[in-house]
């Protein structure tokens, strides 16, 4: 993928938390696996040292709460809704620090390890700047170490605005986002997020279906505005 050039796969999904925005929808219900054949889908949402956060599904779509899920030893304790597993941080991990995540379910025990990436450093837009709606944008980066796996890119405001990349190729340090993305949110205000995602779906072992991802992520953010 050329840096700039190819749009990876766009996505415009519904504002939640700019900083954390979930790949799946909310489930309440949960599902008892019926038999041995039952597969799991693992996604994190986000894994890193602080907040880390994974959804569980079984090869039927339905969230599945009766797992004990564990990354480096910290247990993840399993919350409705928005029905995930999740712990306030994992002690003692930083950039480099090599996740091992276990879940054990009835069927046996999903194992998989990611490292934490580095955190990217956006260099355009720049804090505070204005830049014109309705042409086109480029964001770019720098990264420091091991390129990622991938990038996952957001911009954000208020209203309208919503444009998501989620798997920008972890070699690319930028991408333009098209002019017809480039709205003008609710007060002006928008935030470009990009996070460095490692999903170890190589390391994944046990009953797991190969779409899982461990979504081990480090992040920046800008915010600037977006002008008529």
Request: proline share 11%.
């Amino acid at each position: 993928m050329c840096p700039g050039s190819s749009p990876g796969r766009a996505e415009n999904l519904p504002a939640h938390h700019q900083h954390q925005i979930p790949k799946h929808p909310r489930h309440r219900e949960v599902e008892t696996p019926s038999s041995s054949t039952t597969q799991y889908r693992v996604r994190g949402n986000w894994l890193g040292a602080t907040d880390p956060n994974l959804y569980l599904s079984t090869n039927t779509g339905v969230n599945f709460s009766a797992a004990t899920v564990s990354v480096n030893g910290t247990p993840l304790a399993y919350q409705n809704p928005p029905g995930s597993y999740y712990a306030t941080s994992i002690p003692g991990a930083a950039a480099g620090t090599v996740l091992n995540l276990s879940m054990t379910v009835p069927e046996g025990t999903i194992t998989g390890s990611a490292a934490i990436p580095s955190a990217p450093t956006i260099t355009a837009p720049a804090a505070g700047a204005s830049i014109r709606a309705n042409t086109p944008l480029t964001i770019t980066w720098d990264y420091p170490g091991p390129n990622p796996e991938r990038f996952y890119l957001q911009l954000l405001g208020s209203g309208p605005l919503n444009y998501t990349v989620s798997d920008l190729a972890g070699t690319v340090r930028s991408h333009t986002v098209p002019a017809d993305k480039v709205v003008v949110p609710t007060g002006g205000t928008a935030s470009v997020f990009l996070y460095a995602v490692n999903d170890g779906q190589a390391s994944l072992t046990g009953p797991v279906l190969p779409t899982s991802e461990m979504g081990v992520a480090a992040y920046t953010s800008v915010r600037f505005q977006i002008v008529p």
